[in-house]
């Protein structure tokens, strides 16, 4: 969810697409030289093409420092909002994918590569149109409404608290989620079994998120076109996906990166959790604040409350009877 609309010219619309387009040409730009020089001269590249082929990792880290976290953070100072951010959640991970496969150390298991590039742009276009649909095709309207909270909490030094707040701790998340498209370009092993249980993991995952967000837009826009007209809004949404799970959007969010490290996994590297695990951590952290914010809102909160003691948190599971657990209470 963001923060709440504003007037948004065609123009200014233009410009915010255009300005999404382009921000990232400084790293494409330098990774392509960086892959033409040491193309050019392999037997003997200039030290920092040498540099940048041994430390893959750091590289990627290093490119996202400066693109990500220095300029998006003054592109928002400029802007006095840090919607980009927001967008290139869904863009930053296609990024890293290609920028590991097509690193000159890389080595890869073809069919293996392929499968994790096609599910990975299924993930990328999902995300991608729930993002727009949410913003009503809409380019830098709204800043995440979290964002948002931070910007009312700092007050006057949020201008220099959103740089670590908001730039580098999501360099931290999404470098560590993205860590297993390192590792699924670093070994040639061949295909097994559980490739394909981690296809059918990201499947899954890509499957209820886009459901359970498909859901939760048309909830949001039937109560939209209530308070238009007047009338009670609906306080919970309790259909679908979301009759099992309080947020089944974020348990397919967490299948899906589970899956992707299931693939580093069964390429035996002990640390491939890393990933899953951070993405674990941001989630929970999105969902406390969430079920905070939904609890705040006067004309839903007792509803949300019997919401929160009948339905699962995470996992989709049956409904817990409200009166037995008030009876076992009493």
């Excluded at 200039?46 to 592109?75: E, G």
């Excluded at 989620?177 to 995952?205: E, R």
Aim: charged residues 15%.
């Amino acid at each position: 969810m963001a923060n709440s609309t504003s007037n948004h010219s065609p123009a200014k619309n233009l410009l915010c697409a255009a300005l999404a387009f382009l921000v990232p040409l400084p790293s494409i730009f330098f990774y392509l030289s960086f892959l033409r020089h040491y193309a050019a001269a392999a037997s003997l590249p200039p030290p920092w093409a040498a540099w940048c082929y041994h430390h893959p990792v750091l590289l990627a880290n290093l490119l996202f420092f400066l693109n990500i976290n220095v300029l998006f953070w003054a592109l928002a100072l400029l802007q006095s909002s840090n919607w980009l951010i927001d967008l290139y959640w869904t863009v930053i991970p296609v990024l890293a994918l290609h920028y590991y496969r097509n690193h000159p150390a890389a080595e890869w298991e073809g069919r293996r590569s392929g499968l994790v590039v096609a599910l990975t742009w299924v993930w990328f276009v999902r995300m991608t149109h729930n993002y727009m649909r949410r913003e009503k095709w809409r380019w830098g309207e709204r800043e995440d409404w979290r964002i948002n909270d931070m910007r009312k909490q700092y007050g006057s030094n949020f201008w220099w608290v959103s740089f670590f707040t908001v730039y580098v701790a999501q360099q931290v998340f999404l470098m560590a989620v993205t860590m297993p498209f390192y590792v699924i370009h670093s070994n040639q092993k061949q295909l097994s079994i559980w490739d394909a249980v981690a296809a059918a993991t990201c499947l899954a995952g890509v499957t209820i998120a886009y459901f359970a967000d498909t859901q939760i837009h048309s909830f949001v826009g039937r109560n939209e076109r209530l308070e238009k007209g007047g009338e009670a809004l609906v306080q919970v949404l309790d259909e679908g996906l979301w009759r099992y799970s309080r947020h089944p959007n974020y348990f397919g969010e967490q299948l899906w990166w589970s899956g992707v490290g299931l693939f580093a996994w069964n390429l035996d590297y002990s640390w491939w959790f890393i990933g899953p695990l951070v993405n674990s951590v941001c989630l929970g952290i999105v969902t406390i604040l969430v079920e905070e914010r939904m609890s705040k809102q006067e004309y839903r909160a007792k509803a949300y409350k019997e919401y929160q003691e009948t339905t699962s948190f995470w996992v989709p599971w049956f409904k817990t009877s409200l009166v037995g657990k008030q009876k076992k209470e009493t």
